[in-house]
Every structure is written in structure tokens, then in C-alpha cells.
């Protein structure tokens, strides 16, 4: 499958079987990640597998009650670093939620290839999710998904145009009521 | 070609070939960034291609002198809406500099597939890339990427190794000088 259709097929997945991931799925998923580019090869990245049901729960309980996350075979928690990011992406901010964006992008795109369902978690507490798993003070959470085989086909959620989101040699606004 | 093998042999591209880029290819590796998710599908992002000889030099100076930007045909340059963005991940942030990661990520894989050459350029003054680009004061430049056909094949710069940076069921250290 080319990559283009692994993009247009990837959705939010709300809802999982219980089946468990293979070993092998779940090396070429991890892989993924790991090989994502970041600032400086920095890699400023940790990713918690969690797959004890009552700490899914909570992590569910945690994300504003998205009790679906639970379902799902296995919870990632994905965690930066921003001490160790690069510490001047533009000269004004550090680098680590891009970094981190990066890896868990390429870990949903391989999922995706693997027939996998996630969905990208940024409606939690990092308050209450770091407590949880032990998080030091000054590891930060990015977002949380879920990962196992989709029990659902959500709809296309469509796209701006392109019209819209390119433009050339100089920034042009489009329309009235956007950037 | 997999996934795995495209994020596999994507490396930063410094030397570039004048060739121009066809249509067809330019066409899809928009549409990679174009359908990249976003926190809410908020796509809180615009991306100004710069093909301008002279333009690129300046964005290339504004880059800390990185002049290798230039000799590409193309130079993207990804801006993000803060304000436009999902405003709570974590509950701490806003979702703009995760947003506009993950087109870029999708944009580079696609480039990728297609045989093109991409290097993050983080290094780079924002103040200065603005003005040149008239971008208004609300928009973030999060990062460039010069794009075309690569005329070099740089070694693999190497990762951390799986067990540094997965953990199972709760945060752990690993060794004594990483998180």
C-alpha cells in the first residue's frame, strides 16, 4: 500500500476488539517510532506500553472519562523530554513537541499499515496522568492512544483545500474569516 | 515500498539537485501535509512554497547562513495558528506546534516515496523569516524544509535503542544519565 492511501485510510478509533497485538506488529509499530527524525537527533522521547486494565481505566478516567480508551489492547503514553529537545526550533521555542508529534506520527501511520487503530488523545490531565505512571517532574505527556484493531469504520472527516493551506513565494490569506 | 522502509531510508538532504519537481509529485506531496490530523481537525496550519532564487537566499541567511536551503527548487515553510488550534492538551498547551509536526512528518514520507529530499530546518530566526514573507504577527513559522531531488546519500545517524525508549506499565529510567 502506497503511503498516500495509508494517510487517506488512517481515522480516530473509538472503538476496539480485545484482540492482542502480535509480537511482530508491535516491534514494526515501536520501530516506527523510534526512527523518527527530531531536533539535533536528539530523540527527547519515552513511550509507557501500558496494558494493565485497571491503570487503562484510570488513564480513561484521566482523559476526560474517554472510557473507549481502555478498550483497547494496549494505552501509549507518549512522554518529551524538553530539557533535552533542542532548545532553539525558530529561536524561540524548544523542540520536543515537534520531536515527539513526529514519532507518534510515524507510530500511527505503521499501525495503520498493520491493520491497527489509534487515536490521538489531547483532551487528558497531564496532572493526573503523570502521578500514574511515575512521570518525573520534568518529563512532560504529549497525548495519549490507544492501540489495537479498530471495531468500527468512522467517516472521512474531510479537509480544508488546498487552495486554502498553500500558497506561494509569500503568505496569503484566504478568505475572510481564516489565517 | 512499506512504510518501515520509507521512514528507514528518509535521511536530512543538505545537497540538492537543480532538477525541478513534476507536477504529479508536488501534487501528492501536498496532499500528504494537507491530510495530516489535527487536535479537534482544527488544521491550524498554511505552508508557503518559495521557489524565488533570491527569496530562498534570504530565507536561507534567515536560517543561520544554512545556504545549501537555497539550491533546492523548493522551499516550504510551515506556519501554525496558535489562537486557530485546540487550546487544552494536557490541559497545558495548545495543539499548533503538534499539528503542524505531523503535515510536515506526512509531507517528508510522501517526499520520500516519491524520491525527493526534505531536511528539517529548525535553525532558523522566526523574526527574521516573517517579514520576508509577509507573515502576519498571529502565525507561527514552526519550521522549513527545503525540497527536490537529492544529490548526496548521508549515513544513517543512528537511534537509541528500543529498550531506552519504550517502558512497560510505568515510567522507568533507564541507565543514570537519561530520563
Not at 18 to 41: F, H, Q, T, Y
Not at 82 to 90: L, T, V
Not at 151 to 168: A, L, Q, S, V, W
Request: charged share 30%; aromatic share 8%; hydrophobic share 35%.
Amino acid at each position: 500500500m502506497k503511503i498516500l492511501d495509508i494517510i487517506r485510510k488512517r481515522r480516530s478509533i473509538r472503538k476496539y476488539k480485545s484482540d492482542s497485538i502480535p509480537d511482530d506488529v508491535m516491534d514494526r509499530v515501536m520501530e516506527a517510532a523510534r526512527l523518527a527524525p527530531s531536533g539535533k537527533n536528539g530523540q527527547p522521547w519515552k513511550f509507557i506500553l501500558v496494558k494493565d486494565k485497571e491503570m487503562k481505566e484510570k488513564l480513561a478516567e484521566a482523559s476526560r472519562g474517554q472510557m473507549f480508551i481502555a478498550n483497547a489492547p494496549v494505552v501509549i503514553v507518549a512522554c518529551g523530554f524538553p530539557d533535552k529537545s533542542y532548545q532553539r526550533q525558530g529561536n524561540y521555542m524548544k523542540s520536543w513537541s515537534i520531536d515527539v508529534a513526529c514519532a507518534i506520527d510515524h507510530l500511527m501511520l505503521q499501525a495503520q499499515e498493520d491493520g491497527l487503530g489509534t487515536c490521538w488523545i489531547g483532551a487528558f490531565e497531564e496532572k493526573e496522568v503523570k502521578p500514574l505512571l511515575n512521570i518525573p517532574e520534568d518529563v512532560k505527556v504529549l497525548a495519549l492512544t490507544p492501540l489495537g484493531y479498530p471495531d468500527e469504520e468512522p467517516h472521512d472527516r474531510g479537509r480544508k483545500p488546498t487552495n486554502e493551506i498553500f500558497c506561494y513565494e509569500k503568505y496569503e490569506s484566504f478568505g475572510s474569516s481564516l489565517n
